[in-house]
């Protein structure tokens, strides 16, 4: 059995090769064991590299297991800190406002008493007085009256009026209405920050996060049911369909005033803050059409760029307007090439930076791909020109 046969893959005799086996490739089974040698070692090289690689990554995640650890103490450590600090502040303005309301009620307290002290002293002259008076009317002798009532002195006039009149003031009661004014504001920004806390915690991610989705089918396992907010609305816009859908009016709409609505441009937000992995898409027709995202403190307010889509550091936009495509951030725009769909699919990925808009017809055609850091979580937004709409879909 010295012998090998390479296309049985068997050991066999010399006299087998001329025979049973004869044609077959055949070698010396010392000759086959050199081969197979040296593959084994290529493979044991292959082998301990991949050992010495994952070992290597193994050191390599303890170490990011113990840098996220001392990170994750220091971040509670100052936060303690930081938190301390604030509560110890409002204690002080709490002591503060305190003390400054028991020194203005000492003061008040002790001018209204200073009036009443000389008003009852005024009252006991008074009575002292009107005694005397009585005391004289009921003097018989006609001549003994006459002589005395020119000798009594003459009232001095009062050091006050002849009535105190009491302000209609609600004495501290706006103290307390501004302290409830001062905890509102803390807690809208408490609410906003703890907003941006949330976020930045969830955005510590070590591994990397999955890739983009290749097919339709890969984006709507991350489909985002998107809802527009009519506090946001420019007056020559009307939503329906459940605020999915808006069209552009000739007419302006009666909306009561908001500090969130865009007052120039014709836009509007959604009511949902973005963030993870979202997607959704926007059917538009008419004219033009602007599909964005934006930061919730956006201005609303004027026609500057600060106001409109795509042209401030705090909104990402692809537009098409006759017939060009162009993507938009801090109004530095790319031209797209390509052909234009009416349905424009949005994939976000706040945590890893990425946001993509597509053409969605059959396919998924990548239109235009952004890498950044987001700092705040995001809210979808469209601008349409005149006679146009839009409306967003979950997809499904």
């Known amino acids: 059995m010295k012998m090998f046969c ?8 010399y006299l087998c090769s001329v025979e049973e086996h004869k044609g077959h490739d055949t070698v010396s089974a010392a000759a086959e064991r050199t081969e197979r040698q040296r593959e084994l070692e ?12 994952q070992e290597k990554d193994v050191k390599l995640l ?12 220091e971040a509670v450590e100052d936060s303690e800190k930081i938190f301390t600090e604030l509560i110890r502040l409002l204690q002080k303005r709490s002591s503060e406002v305190k003390h400054h309301i028991r020194s203005q009620q000492e003061d008040e307290v002790s001018r209204v008493k200073d009036v009443q002290e000389k008003l009852e002293q005024e009252i006991t002259e008074l009575k002292r007085k009107d005694a005397e008076l009585e005391q004289l009317s009921h003097t018989e002798d006609h001549n003994q009256f006459l002589l005395n009532y020119p000798s009594l002195p003459a009232l001095r006039e009062s050091t006050h009026s002849s009535s105190i009149n009491i302000r209609p003031l609600r004495h501290f009661e706006d103290v307390t209405a501004a ?18 806390i949330s976020l930045m915690v969830g955005e510590v991610d070590v591994l990397l996060s999955e890739p983009e989705p290749k097919t339709r089918a890969g984006f709507l396992k991350y489909s985002r049911e998107i809802t527009l907010d009519p506090n946001t609305a420019h007056n020559n816009m009307v939503l329906s369909e459940g605020n999915k859908k808006v069209t552009w009016m000739n007419q302006r709409q009666s ?33 033009g059409v602007f599909v964005a995202v934006a930061y919730k ?16 550091d705090k909104s990402w936009a692809f537009s098409y307007y006759k ?21 424009v699919g949005v994939y976000l990925d706040h945590r890893a930076g990425i946001l993509s808009f597509y053409r969605v ?18 809210h979808a937004g469209v601008s349409v020109f005149p006679g146009g709409s839009a409306k967003f879909w979950k997809a499904k």
């Open 42 to 53: 290529e493979r044991r090289g292959n082998i301990q590299q991949r050992i010495q690689d």
């Open 361 to 378: 017809s059959k396919t998924m055609t990548l239109i235009h791909r952004v890498q950044t850091r987001f700092t705040e979580p995001l």
């Open 6 to 13: 390479r296309t049985d893959q068997t050991c066999i005799c």
């Open 255 to 287: 909306y009561p005033s908001h500090p969130d609505r865009f007052t120039h441009f014709i836009e509007v937000l959604s009511k949902e803050s973005l963030t993870g992995r979202c997607y959704w898409e926007v059917e538009w027709s008419g004219l």
């Open 323 to 343: 017939k060009t495509s162009k993507f938009g951030h801090n109004n530095i725009w790319t031209a797209i090439s390509g052909p234009v769909s009416s349905r």
């Open 62 to 73: 303890q170490q990011e297991v113990e840098a996220i650890n001392h990170s994750a103490d």
């Open 179 to 196: 302290v409830s004014e001062l905890r509102d504001t803390l807690q809208d920004v408490l609410r906003d920050s703890w907003t941006n």
């Open 297 to 312: 403190n956006i201005s609303r307010a004027g026609d500057g760029n600060e106001c409109r889509f795509g042209y401030n």
